[in-house]
C-alpha cells in the first residue's frame, strides 16, 4: 500500500475527479484492500500453503501471484487459492489477470525462441520476471482494446487509435498510444502489461505489441468505471457504506507513452498475436473456477443465513433451491480442476498451460450459472432484498426500536443481523464481479463457444458413432478417449 500511495505522472480520475492517493479514497480504498488479500494470503496460516510457490529464476519462494507455473499441481493450486481468497474478499481481488500475463508472456516468447531461434524477447522476460517476483509486485493485465468498429481490423479502423499500436520507433525504445478497456484493478497496480487483443494480419502489425510499464508513467491516464450502488461507498459507516472489499474496472488511456526496449516483449509480431490472445484468455478461463465458485460459497452461505433467520431453512422448497445452487457451483469448479489436472506442457521445458477445452467449459458455465445461483439466493432472501431500509435508518434513534421489531424473524437473530446478511447479498449476487464480469471477463461467451467448436473433434466423434451405426468407419488409433483437435497454441 506504500508502494502505490502517491503518484506523480499517473493521473487517476474517479467520477471526474483527479485521486491523488488511490488507499485513502472512500471510492478506491475497498479495491486496495481486496488487493492486499492477495499480499496478506502468503502470510495468513490457512492460505500460507497455497500462496506461496518456488520460483526457478529466483531461486526462492515467491507469492503465487507472480509464479509461473511448474506442473498440473500450480495450476489446481491456483484454482484454490482463488476460491479461498473468494471467502476472504467477497469480490474479485484483481491480481490474476497480471499474473495470467506473465504466463502467457514466459509461453509466448518461449516459443518464438524455440521455434524461431530468437531469444530477445524470452531474455528480456526473464529479466522482468525476476524483477517482478523479487519486488512481489501487483500486475494489471491489459487485453481488451477499445476496438472501435467491431467488423474492421486494427489496420482497417477510422480512428487509427482504436486498438493500442507503435506510432514511433526510438533508438532507446517505442512510443505507444491508444486505450485499454474494462482494465481490472489498474488504479491501484504497480505495474500495467498491455498485451494484444485479436489475431493479427501483416497490415495490423503496429499492433500488434506487448510491453509492459509502471502505472506512475507521464502518459497514463486511468478512468475509473463506475459500478451499481458505487455511490454508498461515499457514505461512509458499517453496513451500507462497503466496509469490506470490491474491486473495480477502469479505462487506461495511453497518449504517446514510452516505452524502453527492454520493457518490450512482443513488436509487431502479428503472427503471434492469435496463439497470445489464445494462450491468456485460457489461462483467466480456468482461474474463474476459482475465484466464482469462491464467490457461490459466499452467496449459498449467505441464502442459507437469511433462510434460519425467517426459520425456512429446513423447508424441502428452500433445501431444494440450496442444493441447486451448490451444484452449479461445483460444476464450475470442478471444470476448472478438470482444465488444471488436465495441463500440458507448451514449451520443451515446461510452459505448463491449461486444457483448452476444459478452461472454455469452465468460462461457459461461468458465463450462465452465476445469473442462477443469483435468482435462487434472491428466491430465498425475500423482497427485503431489493427494499430493506438504509444503515441511517437503523441507527436513527426513533425507527430503531421499531426496525428492530418490525425486521425480525426467528427471534435468536436480530434486525441488523439481518440487514448485514442481506447487504452483503446485494453487493455480491448483484456485484460486477459475480453477474456482468462472469459473461465477459476473460472473453465473451461467443469466444468460448468457438474455441470448443474448434478444439473438439466432430469428425472422430463422428467415425465412433458410424462404427456403431454398421457404417464404414475407419478406426482412428487415438488412444485418447476424448474427441479433440490440438489448439493453435498446441500446434
Ligand atoms: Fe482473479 Fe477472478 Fe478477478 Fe479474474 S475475475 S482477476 S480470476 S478474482
Not at 479514497?25 to 495468513?44: C, Q
Not at 491489459?142 to 467488423?151: L, S
Not at 502479428?270 to 491468456?280: P, S
Not at 450459472?369 to 444503515?391: C, M, N, Q, R, W
Request: proline content about 4%.
Amino acid at each position: 500500500m506504500e508502494g502505490i500511495k502517491k503518484r506523480e505522472h499517473a493521473e487517476i480520475f474517479v467520477l471526474g475527479k483527479r485521486v491523488d492517493d488511490v488507499t485513502a479514497h472512500p471510492f478506491l480504498k475497498p479495491s486496495v484492500k481486496s488487493f492486499k488479500a492477495t499480499f496478506d494470503a502468503a502470510f495468513e496460516e490457512d492460505t500460507r500453503g497455497l500462496a506461496r510457490a518456488y520460483s526457478p529464476f529466483v531461486g526462492e519462494e515467491v507469492n503465487r501471484f507472480v509464479h509461473i507455473h511448474q506442473g498440473p499441481e500450480d495450476l489446481v493450486a491456483k484454482v484454490k487459492l482463488l476460491r479461498k481468497l473468494s471467502h476472504k474478499t467477497g469480490t474479485c481481488f484483481q491480481r490474476c489477470v497480471g499474473w495470467d500475463a506473465l504466463n502467457t508472456l514466459y509461453v509466448i516468447s518461449g516459443k518464438i525462441a524455440e521455434r524461431e531461434g530468437r531469444k530477445e524477447y524470452l531474455n528480456r522476460f526473464i529479466e522482468y520476471l525476476k524483477y517482478v517476483q523479487r519486488n512481489d509486485l501487483a500486475l494489471a493485465g491489459a487485453m481488451t482494446d477499445v476496438k472501435g468498429v467491431r467488423t474492421l481490423r486494427p489496420s482497417e479502423q477510422p480512428n487509427r487509435d482504436a486498438y493500442v499500436h507503435v506510432v514511433e520507433e526510438k533508438a532507446g525504445g517505442i512510443v505507444v498510444r491508444g486505450a485499454k478497456a474494462n482494465i481490472t484493478g489498474v488504479a491501484v497496480v504497480d505495474e500495467v502489461v498491455v498485451m494484444p487483443t485479436r489475431a493479427m494480419t501483416e497490415r495490423d502489425a503496429e499492433y500488434a505489441v506487448s510491453f509492459a510499464i509502471p502505472l506512475d508513467t507521464p502518459g497514463v491516464k486511468v478512468v475509473v468505471g463506475r459500478q451499481i450502488n458505487d455511490g454508498r461507498r461515499l457514505e461512509g459507516g458499517e453496513i451500507d457504506g462497503l466496509p469490506y472489499m470490491f474491486n473495480h474496472e477502469g479505462l487506461l488511456i495511453l497518449e504517446d507513452l514510452f516505452v524502453p526496449w527492454e520493457r518490450v516483449f512482443l513488436y509487431k509480431e502479428w503472427r503471434w498475436a492469435a496463439q497470445f490472445v489464445e494462450v491468456f484468455s485460457n489461462y483467466h478461463r480456468q482461474g474463474y473456477a476459482g475465484c466464482k465458485s469462491g464467490l457461490g460459497d459466499v452467496i449459498i452461505g449467505t441464502a442459507h443465513g437469511l433462510a434460519r433467520q425467517l426459520g425456512i431453512a429446513d423447508k424441502p422448497h428452500v433445501q431444494e433451491k440450496l442444493t441447486e445452487m451448490v451444484f452449479l457451483n461445483e460444476a464450475i469448479y470442478s471444470a476448472g480442476l478438470a482444465a488444471s489436472w488436465e495441463a500440458r506442457r507448451l514449451l520443451k521445458n515446461g510452459g505448463w498451460w491449461v486444457d483448452p477445452m476444459y478452461a472454455n467449459v469452465t468460462k461457459h458455465l461461468v458465463a450462465r450459472f452465476p445469473y442462477e445461483v443469483a435468482k435462487l439466493s434472491h428466491d430465498i432472501a425475500g423482497g427485503l432484498l431489493g427494499t430493506a431500509p438504509s444503515e441511517a435508518d437503523l441507527k436513527n434513534p426513533e425507527l430503531r426500536p421499531l426496525l428492530e421489531k418490525y425486521l425480525q424473524g426467528v427471534p435468536e437473530f436480530t434486525a441488523e443481523e439481518r440487514l448485514r446478511m442481506l447487504r452483503l447479498l446485494e453487493n455480491t449476487s448483484l456485484s460486477v464481479a459475480y453477474l456482468v464480469e462472469s459473461v465477459h471477463g476473460a472473453g465473451s461467451p461467443q469466444a468460448q463457444r468457438i474455441s470448443i467448436q474448434r478444439v473438439y473433434d466432430f469428425q472422430r466423434a463422428e467415425a465412433i458413432a458410424r462404427r456403431l451405426a454398421g457404417l464404414k468407419a475407419e478406426a482412428s488409433g487415438d488412444a485418447r478417449a476424448e474427441p479433440r483437435r490440438p489448439a493453435e497454441a498446441e500446434k
